[in-house]
């Protein structure tokens, strides 16, 4: 097991909508502390709040209450500047519909995250060719997304995600529109990752996929229900 | 990057540009035809001679019956002496007699106006003799029967055979023919400038007119500054030697051709300004058409932005992604609105036999105001693109 440094650290997180006149809350007050180099699954059923869990881990949005360290630093203090950098450096995101630009290469794809680090144009494509080669997709490179499979689109998202070398990487339903065998393959990728020593956090409700996680979390109308290691099987219906 | 962006919607990015070409195009080829036209008629008011006074006898006045400019016989040669003696700032002085005349050469003839002039005359109307010579003082002082012809008579009379040495009949008196002048194509006023046959004054007045006075006085001014002390030198002493009291009318009047010119030169230049205007007009609808079109793209590409964002783009990173675009329309517009309106002034001059003068000013500013368009018309949809937060974003179908 890797060290016992704490990565993230949630106290009291509360996200509030206001939706006419009512305030609804989509997270009510969470506590949790993630350990560099876990791998954790957070689960849950279509509205219980794990998205919007995630994206506040993932830096993309702010939460209305309580503090978020991140490797000690509070991010409700950071501008929005300060956000985007962390963003770019120290989380490599995933998201279930790949969110890849159409019009550029796979290997472009791979390098935009290069393009806001600030890094020079030959050495991102060599960076971006290392972490495609990892993925296993070195030969498709030069293909634009739309000529390639769903798998293979979700295995371009993760060399991206990967490309600046990020301490952890966030997905969020990863699988959810890929079939078992590409599944399969994008699961050993992150059991890969954190064999590497990252840290990965994996939205998900297939109990499944949360099987490969070593600590899974149940997310239920806003809040953490349940923080059990491996081998339990969650319901999360 | 902008350039692939562009490249994507090809026929987008055409149509905005050409809301930019149309305009630098539109700015260039105006000013250049405004600044031909210009230039045309300070060419044809300068062949009238520069810096030029004209002394003119003033309108006779009997019985009450006024008659026109030059009616009077008042303006003798001496005066146009007096002039050259005794008012400074001037190069050249030239009196000058005229008369129509059918001239005969062998078979042929020709009716034409015949001047009577000093030598001076060839620089007040900057002349130039293509073969032979000027008159000369000699010329004068001898009242010699000898012409220098225009090229318009010469090909009348002569046809392409040389003129010089030849003799004509003017007025049934023989002359010899001297010298050709160089062409000079038609007046601003569409005379024909070459139409016409120079003797010595004396000669013609004695030997054709009989008459000792002239009608008018050339002076050339040596330079523009001085154009009106000079007409003030020259009435003040014509009316001392034409002994007009006070309060009486001149017999005289002395006419200003840099007057003229300045009043055609500021019309031409308001001109000018109107059509460059009306030009500048359509660059800035052009500059709306690309706002209108940024504004589209930033709407299309919401989710782009948001995926941007998301792997880290700034506010700046985004905001310069869309204005760079924005600029790089109104770098290429402006570039191939530069080489249309260079075209179409080129074509203008080709076709219509007309003369375009292209400048550098309306280039640079018609295209520093094609980029500034794309810049300022692109600030606010780039700024609405930078602004786009990454969640909503993301979640925009």
């Known amino acids: ?237 | 990057m902008a350039f692939s962006a562009l490249m994507a919607n090809k026929m987008r990015s055409l149509l905005t540009m050409l809301g930019i070409i149309i305009g630098v195009g539109a700015v260039i080829a105006m000013v250049s035809i405004g600044m031909g036209v210009r230039n045309n008629i300070q060419q044809s008011i300068a062949s009238l001679g520069s810096n030029m006074l004209i002394v003119m006898p003033g309108a006779e006045n009997r019985t009450g019956v006024r008659g026109g400019a030059g009616s009077k016989t008042t303006l003798e040669d001496e005066d146009a002496d007096a002039i050259k003696a005794k008012i400074g700032g001037i190069d050249n002085v030239s009196a000058m007699v005229s008369g129509s005349y059918q001239v005969v050469f062998g078979n042929s003839n020709w009716k034409t106006s015949v001047q009577g002039v000093s030598p001076d005359y060839m620089d007040i109307r900057s002349l130039e003799v293509e073969s032979g010579i000027f008159i000369t003082e000699h010329d004068m002082v001898k009242r010699n029967r000898v012409a220098v012809i225009g090229s318009t008579v010469s090909e009348n009379l002569f046809g392409g055979s040389n003129p010089v040495g030849q003799n004509i009949r003017i007025d049934n008196q023989p002359f010899k023919i001297i010298g050709v002048l160089k062409k000079k194509g038609q007046s601003s006023m569409g005379q024909d400038q070459d139409d016409v046959i120079i003797v010595p004054m004396t000669t013609a007045q004695e030997r054709m007119l009989g008459v000792n006075y002239v009608h008018s006085i050339n002076v050339q001014v040596s330079s523009p500054d001085i154009m009106d002390e000079v007409q003030e030198d020259i009435e003040t002493l014509l009316r001392q030697r034409h002994h007009i009291a006070k309060g009486q009318e001149d017999d005289f009047n002395v006419r200003n051709l840099t007057s003229l010119m300045e009043t055609m030169d500021s019309t031409t230049a308001m001109i000018t300004m109107l059509l460059g205007a009306v030009a500048g007009i359509s660059l800035l609808v052009g500059g709306i058409g690309i706002m209108n079109i940024m504004m589209v793209s930033v709407t299309e590409r919401t989710r782009e932005i948001g995926i941007r964002k998301a792997l880290g783009a700034t506010f700046r990173n985004i905001m310069m992604q869309f204005l760079i675009e924005s600029v790089v329309i109104g770098i290429i517009g402006g570039v191939i609105g530069i080489f249309m309106g260079c075209t179409l002034s080129i074509a203008v001059a080709e076709f219509f036999n007309f003369n375009t003068v292209i400048t550098l000013l309306p280039i640079a500013v018609s295209f520093s105001f094609a980029v500034g368009t794309g810049l300022f018309f692109g600030i606010y949809p780039a700024r609405k693109a930078a602004k786009l937060d990454p969640i909503e974003a993301l979640r925009y179908e």
């Open chain 1, 1 to 237: 097991m890797a060290e016992e440094k704490i990565t993230i650290a949630l106290r009291g997180i509360k996200k509030l909508y206001r939706i006419g006149d009512q305030e609804v809350a989509a997270l009510g007050g969470i506590d949790l502390d993630i350990k560099n180099g876990e791998f954790t699954a957070l689960m849950g059923p279509s509205g219980s709040g794990k998205s919007t869990l995630m994206n506040i881990l993932g830096c993309l949005d702010r939460p209305s209450e309580g503090s978020y360290r991140l490797d000690g630093r509070e991010v409700a203090n950071l501008s929005d500047d300060e956000l985007a950098r962390t963003r770019n450096q120290q989380i490599g995101f995933v998201f279930q519909n790949f969110n890849l630009l159409s019009r550029i290469s796979a290997v472009d794809n791979v390098a935009l995250p290069l393009v806001y680090a600030g890094v020079k144009a030959a050495e991102r494509k060599r960076r971006a060719m290392e972490v495609l080669e990892m993925v296993g997709l070195a030969d498709r490179a030069n293909h634009q997304p739309n000529e390639l499979s769903g798998g293979q689109r979700q295995r371009v998202a993760i060399a991206r995600a990967l490309v600046n070398n990020p301490e952890i990487i966030m997905a969020d339903e990863p699988t959810g529109n890929l079939d078992t065998k590409s599944t399969a393959e994008i699961l050993d990728v992150f059991t890969r990752l954190h064999e590497m020593g990252r840290t990965v956090i994996l939205v998900t409700h297939e109990p499944e996929v949360a099987m490969r996680a070593n600590r899974q979390l149940l997310v239920r109308d806003g809040l953490i229900t349940r923080d059990e290691g491996r081998g339990v099987v969650l319901d999360v219906v």
